[in-house]
């Protein structure tokens, strides 16, 4: 049972939206936290993820796969017919979609987004902020079926036809949003689109302008329209596209990547123009450090992200892998709730 009374729906939005803050930092870890990957100490971190608040749901958007459909709806699929895959290369290396001539036929065959079974889990009612979520939105479905190198030439060679792409996703993403809000009463949807590597964007600004901020504008647009957030996961250095993304209204912004980018010259610049939803660092900070050093970076990132307005919360990085100690998975939930306590009433 939590001993800490997570936030309403309606404090989690004023919260996001700069109206004010409360006397804690809000802390959503279980989104990334699978207590399974501790193994043997999988029970303690359950126990630990009821103890500490979860300030909100997270329910996920059955999203179609690149060309395997559910037994219910065979055609619920984005390829319409299986490609070939490369058995010797790697996830981002499938070239899937081979020749951009067959594109017309692939729209004409794209997935229904009435899939019944959209929404596999509409979890349980309570008076938490909810949030509907699904994976790779533009970029990554990109890359996903045309690989990695192709999709960095795509925009060069082939713009009409991303253009085309993108705008069949982007209208398939608005009627999901549309019955997630419907359906699951969701307060936000949140996706992903890792655009960012670990020193720069993946690509120009140019890129940016011409082929995502067009597109991401619809689906802010729609989720405002319904009275909802929209949420955005992207790993890497994107600091370039942070203004463009502040402009077309992105509400919250995940994860920050440590090592990426200045955090302090991030909150700086952006702090009182977007929430930022922090992302602790899974890649050094929990595998390798102690669990003092666990307690000094959260305080580290509490001092630097806090403000008497909200748009502050915090989370990890990425997911937690098996490599994460116990010990400092308890400093991590316990430092966030206790010094974002202290830090709050101090401000």
Known sequence: MTRYQPFSAEQMRNVIEGKCAYDRIPMIYDFWSNPVIFGKDEATARKLMQEYPSDAQTLPIRIP???????????????????????????????????????????????????????????????????????????????????MENALTDFYLYPDEVHALFQKLTDFYLRIIERSREELHADAVFTSDDIGTQTS???????FLEFFKPYYKQIIDKAHSLGMHFWLHSCGNIQKFLPHLIEIGLDVIHPIQKYTMQEAEIAKAYGDQICIWAGFDVQQTIP????????????????????????????????LTPDCPIASFEALLSESYYYGKEKMSSL
């Open 288 to 319: 390798y450090g102690t669990p003092e050093d666990v307690r000094k970076e959260v305080r580290f990132m509490i001092d630097t992200y806090a403000r008497k307005d909200g748009r502050f919360m915090l989370t990890c990085g990425n997911g």
């Open 201 to 207: 964007p993946f690509f120009s600004e140019e890129i």
């Open 65 to 147: 796969d690149v060309a395997s459909a559910p037994e219910d709806d065979k055609d619920y699929q984005w390829l319409y017919k299986s490609p070939q895959k490369n058995e010797a290369a790697g996830l981002d290396a499938q070239v899937l979609i081979e020749d951009w001539s067959e594109l017309d036929d692939i729209l004409a065959h794209f997935p229904n987004p009435d899939y019944p079974g959209l929404f596999p889990d509409k979890g349980v009612p309570d008076s938490r902020y909810r949030i509907a979520h699904w994976w790779y939105c533009l970029f990554e479905r990109l890359w996903s079926l045309r690989g």
